[in-house]
Every structure is written in structure tokens, then in C-alpha cells.
């Protein structure tokens, strides 16, 4: 742990110094304009945020510190005979900037596996809900729970130095990530397997650990795990989940807190829970149509049934990106390699090319094509992992990466309470007719 968290301060500071000579050269510099249209639309493509772990490129998807996915899946080390990255290594990539060895990974694996205990009273806490609780609702009371054992918010509470918010946030974060396979994981065999529940294997990685404690110990959901938590992991600042952990860790609301609330964001329908949204629709298709794998026709019309009925195909479209997203590319590559002809994979890739066109007809969908989500519930269903309740449960696990490094970079960084300006409608119209100034303090 100290060899990591020194390496991790050697480089906060050298970033501070360079961030320091910026702003004193460049502070000035005006970044970009505001519409009127952006204040009252979202914020969209405002820039406001520093997120030093990924970058969202509009036609090249993300990128972790600089690399692609297929760059992540070729240079990253893996598990013994395995294929697919181990997703310590991105966070190792995302915290240091630098791509990690096998030994670099190894260490990090040994402090996870170190630090993964959970306290009791997290499990007392979940079982205190109802089973039918919806996933993400247990998931963000084991979070909670597990927020006693906040080392930032002890050392706080004892008048811990500024200078050492860090340290604190850091050691937080390491526990938190180390902790949440084991409170997923006790989640879904309580909801779905009676609470008979499967004990950690201390010599697995972190993804396979999961996998184990869920109750899949086939390799090849292993992998698929170990895929699937490197590219959920992380989509720069901006997004609900990325964004509110940074908003609340701004207030130095401990990581667990911070995090908490990142999650709440991400169960809501237009963000994480998409991903439920997709298999959901997919599902229904199947059995209105009355067939396990519908035609292109088929599913053509049942696209204009769901365009005509007011709502969206799930799945489809992105804020930021204008090409089919890479993450999608990349569980594709993985579904023609292990389960080429699964009838509900080959379903998800006539819908790839059935969509798109329609929706590019209708001339108001800036961006027609597959995200994330549109793809990773066929892989899960394939491997046995139909209850699609809890797939946002393990988007969650696999944002904790990147947002718990990036929540160390804040702290690390000095970033301040993040605190927007808001005005009101009745403000806008004196502005509009040149009576009042709206910008400013």
C-alpha cells in the first residue's frame, strides 16, 4: 500500500506545480462561451470541470490517460491465461498515469484482497430491507454502512492538516473499492439465490473475485467481468455518477459519502439504469414478437412501434459521442470470440444494423448509434445472469474505479467547493431587454 500511495503522491506534486506555473501564466485565459441555451439545458458541453483520469473524445470514445479501449486490451496485463485486462491495471493507469507491469497489478490485487473485509453491521444494514428492495437501493445502505469506517472522516474529526486530506481520501478510497465486490455480490445471492451466500477466494483478482462471490465460476464470465468492469470504469467528469462524486467530495464529504450519492445518480433511467432498460426492451420485443430471435423486419417494425408509442430504444444514442460507441465495439468483439451464436447476441447485433438508419430518417437524432449499454446484458444473459435489476449494481462497482481515483486527484490537487452560479428566468428577461447584468457573483 505505501509503495502505491507514495508513488501517488510523488506524482500529485509534481501536477500541482505544473497546474500552479498554468494558472499563473494562462488563469486569465478565456476557456470557452456560455448560451443561454446551455444554462437552462444541462449544462451540456460546458466546460467547467478538471478530470485528469479519462477523456471523452465525440468521435474517438474514451480514452484512460491517452489509451483506447482496444489500446487497454492489448497493453494491459491479465490474468494468467486470460485475455481480456485486469481492471487493477486501469486503475493503476488512471491513478499514476503511467501503464502498470504485472508486478505493478499483482501489488495492487494484494491490496485489495488485504483490505476487502466488510464489517458486519454493512450486512446487518443491507438485510434490514426488504428482499424485493431494488438492487441499487441496497447497494448505496451498504455503502452507507460501510461509511463508519471512514478514515478521512475520523482523521477530520481529530483536526487532520489540509495538507493531509489526501492521504486520508486515498487510504478511504483503496477500502471502498476493496469492499464493494463483497457487498454486491451479497446482495445478489440475497436477493436472487435464498442468502446463501459464497465466501471470498483470496487468491483471485479483484473481477474474478466477483465473479466467484456472485456464484459464476465459469472463466469465461471471469473475463468477461474483468472486461466489462476496465471499460465501465470511467467517462471523464461530466457524466451523473462522475460528477455528483466529485460535487459532494468537493463539500470534503468523506469518499463513502461521496460515493453514495454518485450511485444515486447512476440508478436513474437516462444514466446507469439504461443498461436494465436495454435487456428489459429486448425482452419484451421477444415475447410480443413470440420468437427468441426476430427478423430485421421484425424488429424494424417493432422500433417504429416503440418510436410511435413516444418513447426511445434504449440503448441508442449518446450526449457527447457521434460514432457507435467503443466500449459496445469491444463487448461485440467479445460476444463473436466466446458465444458467436447465441441467439440473443446474434438479436443485439440485428439491432445494431436495424436502428441507426431509422433513426437517422427521423433528422433529429444527432447520434444514432449503440452505447455501452445497448450490448452488455446479452453478454451477462449468456453466462446465466439474467436478473437485470442488478446490472447497474455492477456498473457501480466498476465507476468506483474511476471516480475514487479521481475523487484522490481532487483532494491531491487542492480543488475547491464547487459552487455554479444560478439565475433566474425573471433575470434572463431583464437581460434580454438590457436591464440587468446575469453574470457575476
Not at 105 to 112: D, G, S, W
Not at 319 to 343: C, E, I, S, W
Request: with cysteine; hydrophobic share 40%; proline share 5%.
Amino acid at each position: 500500500m505505501e509503495v502505491l500511495k507514495g508513488l501517488f503522491k510523488q506524482k500529485a506534486e509534481q501536477a500541482n506545480a505544473e497546474i500552479k506555473e498554468i494558472l499563473k501564466e494562462h488563469g486569465s485565459k478565456v476557456i470557452g462561451e456560455v448560451t443561454l441555451s446551455q444554462v437552462y439545458q444541462g449544462m451540456r458541453g460546458i466546460t467547467g470541470l478538471v478530470t485528469e483520469t479519462s477523456l471523452l473524445d465525440a468521435q474517438e470514445g474514451i480514452r484512460f490517460r491517452g489509451y483506447t479501449i482496444p489500446e487497454l486490451r492489448e497493453k494491459l496485463p491479465k490474468a494468467p491465461d486470460g485475455k481480456e485486462p485486469l481492471p487493477e491495471g486501469l486503475f493503476f493507469l488512471m491513478l499514476i498515469g503511467e501503464l502498470p507491469t504485472e508486478d505493478d497489478v499483482q501489488r495492487v490485487t494484494n491490496i485489495l484482497q488485504r483490505r476487502s473485509h466488510v464489517p458486519a453491521h454493512v450486512f446487518h444494514t443491507i438485510d434490514a430491507l426488504p428482499v424485493n428492495a431494488h438492487p441499487m437501493t441496497q447497494f448505496v445502505a451498504g455503502i452507507m454502512a460501510a461509511q463508519t469506517e471512514s478514515e478521512f472522516s475520523r482523521r477530520y474529526s481529530e483536526g487532520m492538516n489540509k495538507r493531509d486530506y489526501w492521504a486520508a481520501t486515498f487510504d478511504d478510497c483503496i477500502d471502498l473499492i476493496a469492499r464493494l465486490p463483497r457487498i454486491a455480490a451479497y446482495i445478489y445471492r440475497r436477493k436472487y439465490h435464498f442468502g446463501q451466500h459464497i465466501q471470498p477466494n483470496g487468491l483471485l483478482d479483484w473481477a474474478g473475485n466477483l465473479a466467484h462471490m456472485m456464484g459464476f465460476d465459469n472463466e469465461g464470465f471471469k473475463e468477461l467481468m474483468r472486461l466489462y468492469m476496465t471499460i465501465h470504469a470511467d467517462h471523464e467528469g461530466g457524466n451523473v455518477s462522475a460528477h455528483t462524486t466529485h460535487l459532494v467530495g468537493s463539500a470534503l464529504s468523506d469518499p463513502y459519502l461521496s460515493f453514495a450519492a454518485g450511485m444515486n445518480g447512476l440508478a436513474g433511467p437516462l444514466h446507469g439504469l439504461a443498461n436494465q432498460e436495454v435487456i428489459k426492451w429486448i425482452f419484451e420485443m421477444q415475447e410480443k414478437l413470440g420468437s427468441e430471435m426476430p427478423t430485421k423486419a421484425e424488429i424494424a417494425q417493432y422500433v417504429q412501434d416503440t418510436l410511435s408509442s413516444g418513447k426511445v430504444v434504449p440503448g441508442y444514442g449518446h450526449a457527447v459521442l457521434r460514432k457507435t460507441d467503443p466500449r459496445y465495439t469491444a463487448q461485440m468483439d467479445f460476444g463473436k470470440t466466446h458465444m458467436p451464436n447465441d441467439p440473443l447476441c446474434q438479436t443485439v447485433w440485428n439491432i445494431y444494423e436495424v436502428v441507426p438508419p431509422i433513426l437517422q430518417s427521423l433528422g433529429k437524432v444527432k447520434n444514432p448509434w449503440p452505447n455501452v449499454d445497448a450490448h452488455s446484458g446479452a453478454l451477462l444473459v449468456h453466462f446465466g445472469l439474467k436478473e437485470y435489476e442488478f446490472y447497474t449494481v455492477l456498473f457501480g462497482v466498476s465507476r468506483a474505479l474511476g471516480v475514487m481515483a479521481s475523487l484522490c486527484w481532487d483532494r491531491a490537487l487542492g480543488f475547491p467547493l464547487e459552487r455554479p452560479k444560478s439565475i433566474t428566468t425573471a433575470q434572463v428577461k431583464r437581460w434580454l431587454k438590457g436591464e440587468d447584468e446575469i453574470w457575476g457573483d
